[in-house]
T-cell receptor, first 115, second 113 residues
């Protein structure tokens, strides 16, 4: 069965510093997709970044990068130059490639950015 | 461009009451999903619809039914609400153009008393 694990319930980071949010996954499928979503205190879910299982290079989107280590089955999110607005809940997620392309989510990591 | 619209945003039900959560998307996406979010548990899939005319159970379907009314609309029904169904419900849609990444609705906060 597929599984996503986020072991950090909460993280603190100083403004302008970088932070890494951990994510490990488990699947027996050779083809899958990995996502990170942000949920601010307002409650909406915002897509941040995507990594395909066959992608050779790590995905980047502005200040977000995904450190993809396929052999270790890890997909850590790196946020560079943290901003106060980065304070939010962050979810790692994995999409399967069976019918429906449904996605499973980790329990989330709450990030606090300190001024 | 509204994206995914969910109604209502808030609802309080008494145990045993029924209600339907509405979801509509205007992005011509084939796939739609209903999730519930509970503290410490991330989002869990209730039902999904890979395409118009099909629906399938997710991880936690008990106590819910769905209808894919047309390509745009995917509703979630609670026939007899229970306190265990107190949660935040999210509707989402996806397309291969975005690698099946989700566009989410704004969520419905449901309390069953």
């Amino acid at each position: 069965a597929q599984k996503i694990t986020q072991t950090q319930p909460g993280m603190f980071v100083q403004e302008k510093e970088a932070v890494t949010l951990d994510c490990t996954y488990d699947t027996s499928d050779p083809s899958y997709g990995l996502f990170w979503y942000k949920q601010p205190s307002s409650g909406e879910m915002i897509f941040l970044i995507y990594q395909g299982s066959y992608d050779q290079q790590n995905a980047t989107e502005g200040r977000y990068s995904l450190n993809f280590q396929k052999a270790r089955k890890s997909a850590n999110l790196v946020i560079s130059a943290s901003q106060l607005g980065d304070s939010a809940m962050y979810f790692c997620a994995m999409r399967d490639n069976t019918g429906g392309f449904k996605t499973i989510f980790g329990a989330g990591t709450r990030l606090f950015v300190k001024a | 461009n509204a994206g995914v619209t969910q109604t209502p945003k808030f609802q309080v039900l008494k145990t045993g009451q029924s209600m339907t959560l509405q979801c509509a998307q205007d992005m011509n996406h084939n796939s739609m999903y209903w999730y519930r979010q509970d503290p410490g548990m991330g989002l869990r899939l209730i039902y999904y619809s890979a395409s118009e005319g099909t629906t399938d159970k997710g991880e936690v379907p008990n106590g819910y039914n769905v209808s894919r009314l047309n390509k745009r609309e995917f509703s979630l029904r609670l026939e007899s609400a229970a306190p265990s169904q107190t949660s935040v419900y999210f509707c989402a849609s996806s397309t291969p153009r975005s690698n099946y990444g989700y566009t989410f609705g704004s969520g419905t906060r449901l309390t069953v008393v």
